[in-house]
């Protein structure tokens, strides 16, 4: 093979190596989306959406197994790490929430309340393993700074909280002891075998649009002020309202 | 061959001339039919101030615009190439026209020059303009220093100027209230005809505030209080943005703020004083700045820290000039 015709192959084969290269970032990678839980398939116009999730310390599993995570329940009953949720229009929403992970002050105290939902208040009810230690009790308001105490379940913190900022939503979801031995150490979805908090409370979704949610509490551990990692990704600690008309 | 053979100062007159009427016309046009519509609005003294130098940039920049554009599109016609004209001359000759240079420079300068003191003035006569001064602002209304003391009080009558604290956290701006004991909220209520100070400050990184009916503008940095100054004039609905980078949902970091009539707005945050006293209690001291990770709420988790700790509390803030 002539020098010039080696050197059009390799021109050749370089295009074709970056041509590639760019499918395989763009194609598969970049544009590759997010799983999403439609709850308007199984809905009945008219009727209110139960929408269950669980918040863990740590995932278990995928490309970051320590990160912190929401996990939600399908329509189907089987957990799925998806953070956008398919909601009708104007429907009022059942949300319960199955809190697992351990927590402390918040960064500001504010968002230690009940804000946007119905009655501006959450039903909590504690558990310590499978054993109800607390609640059902109307919460609305809870001091993140509180001493802690082995007695008072509502008194370890707030974990996390699920927000929709441009709604005006915030829930604060009081943490699980961090210092009891029997929290969840399984990959998601934990089992209620294990120290958690149920915490519900009600909401109406709005006009169709899609409204992000998210955490406040700087729970992104390693990462600077703790909005990193989990907390600062798709997935995680934050996703979609995808409200649609039915 | 004609135009060639023409004296230039004709071309000149007559571009001038052209020049001088359109630009009057369009002027005239743009300060009458489009000027009352420019952004930020009449929402307060410096939206509408801001406004104001827009409409005066614009009247200053479509002169200049359309002197561009004349000679271009005079060039185009009147010295296009056509057949029997004469080749372009080049050279020496078409290099340099020291009197166009000079009449350029001079112009421009002039304008520039003008510029820079009337936006100088303007930032000086409206106290900041409604930009953030940073903790010791240079230029502050009347009565901003008293504002700050503890023992401030803000009523529907007594005129006195309402210190409004903005604390940025990704991705929400809320809000603090000092003359009514310190509740915080999601919304901005604002009441009309007062000199109101923001108090800017973040919990975590960089952002920024943006009233954009307000004409305000001040980044928020921790543990910094960032203030800027406005007087509202009218009631209505803002827009509230971040106007800085500052994370994933950086995007969704907007909210919407109300000018309200004096009464509405006591009403409104007596109201709100009540209903959030048990909340109140447990947000740490008012203070001008707080410590993002005083709590140990820094991403690591707790416990047995130190309770959450202001900075800079409420009174010992600097005064303002």
Redesign the interface.
Known sequence: MSVRARAAVGVVGLFAAAGLAIWILFGLFLTTGYPSVDFTKSHTAGQPVDLTVQTVGAIGYGPHPTWVSYVVKQPNGTWIQASTWTLPAHTLVHMTIYQYD?????????W??V?GVTNNAATVTSFAGSHQIGGPTSVS?I?S?AT?SDSEPLSN?VGHTF?V??L?I?VPLPAVN?NSSNQCSTSAPCPTTVDHNVVKFSFETPGPGNY?W?C????????????GGG????NYM?GFLNVVNQ | MAESSENPVHHLRRMFVLWLVLSLVVDVLFWFLVGPHVPPGHMTETAKDNQQVFNVLFVIALPVLLGVWIYLGYSAIVWRDREGAPEPVGGEVARTNSHAQVLWITITSFIVICLAAYGTIDLISHNGAGGGQGPNPAWAPAGAAAATQPNAVWTATNNSVLPVQVIAQQWKFTYRYPTFGGFESQHLILPNNTEIAFHVTSLDVIHSFWGYQLGVKADANPQIDNVAFTKTIQTGTTWIRCSELCGIWHGSMWNTGTVESKQQFEQWATTTETAQAAATKLLPPFAWTYVPDANGADGGYYPGVDQYSPTEVYGSTKAAS
Do not use: E, W
Not at chain 1, 102 to 110: A, D, E, Y
Not at chain 1, 216 to 226: A, I, K, Q
């Open positions: 351990s927590g402390g002050p918040l960064r500001n105290q504010f230690g309340s804000q308001l001091d700074n802690q913190g927000a900022p441009t005006g915030a961090g992000p998210q406040f509490v700087p729970c992104g551990l390693g990462y600077l002020f703790g909005n907390m600062g990704t798709i934050g």
